[in-house]
């Protein structure tokens, strides 16, 4: 337990759905990462919110829409996605550069 | 940009010694890190490394050389657990603030 809690676990969705993910970091960080992790890939950074101000958009579609209401949640909403958005999507807090991972998100997208 | 290199795949047998490598490229070093993730798990820290020279903690020891962009991960007394994927990143001041940025990560098979 890293006191980084994402949900839901799994997500199966069709290309016309919207759904969201959720994350919440118990640890009192100010800075809060959406990562998306694909087979055979390297972790790749989406968003950076500091103290609740998106600071990195790392040239990731639209149909990915992050929001961070306060310093302890994150939200990604997901709409329209494509088949090649099927991943893991993993959620990160940090005091400083040491990140703390939640267990991830496993979409599916059919 | 940066650019992070390391093995995409080693092997080795219980008990024994391994020392995965990773290079980087970066503008703004502000730190490395070694990760390691089980199959379907998180992302979990195993050592930090912001000054040259070896951190050693337990079973696992890095090393960093900044004026060679160059780090070393050494696992010691290898177990049938440890085998899961080893992940090197950097943090970039100059890029993405205080965000990571991940190599490919290194599988690492361990076999009785």
């Known amino acids: 337990e890293t006191g980084v809690t994402q949900t839901p676990r799994h997500l199966v969705m069709g290309m016309t759905n919207k759904k969201s993910l959720k994350c919440e970091q118990h640890?009192?960080?100010?800075?809060m990462y959406w990562y998306k992790q694909s087979a055979k890939k390297p972790l790749e950074l989406m968003f950076v919110?500091?103290?609740?101000?998106?600071?990195e958009n790392n040239s990731v579609p639209s149909r990915f829409s992050p929001e961070c209401p306060n310093s302890s949640h994150l939200f990604l909403h997901l709409h329209t996605l494509q088949p090649e958005d099927s991943a893991l999507y993993l959620c990160?807090?940090?005091?400083?550069?040491?990140?703390?991972f939640g267990p991830g998100t496993r979409l599916t997208v059919t | 940009g940066q650019n992070i290199d390391q093995p995409t795949e080693m092997t080795a047998t219980e008990g024994a010694i391994v020392q995965i490598n990773c290079t980087y490229q970066?503008?703004?070093?502000?730190?490395l890190f070694w990760y390691q993730q089980h199959a379907g798990e998180a992302p979990t820290f195993l050592s930090y490394?912001?000054?040259?020279g070896l951190e050693e903690k337990g079973r696992f020891s890095s090393f960093l050389s900044r004026s060679k962009g160059y780090s070393y991960l050494l696992l010691k007394e290898l177990q049938m657990k440890d085998s899961a994927s080893y992940l090197c990143?950097?943090?970039?001041?100059?890029?993405?603030?205080?965000?990571?940025?991940f190599g490919k990560g290194t599988t690492l098979s361990v076999s009785s």
């Open positions: 640890l009192g960080h100010n800075a």
């Open positions: 490394n912001v000054l040259d």
């Open positions: 970066t503008s703004g070093f502000n730190g």
């Open positions: 990143a950097v943090s970039d001041i100059n890029q993405a603030g205080t965000a990571l940025i």
């Open positions: 919110y500091n103290f609740k101000e998106q600071t």
């Open positions: 990160a807090s940090s005091q400083g550069a040491h990140a703390y």
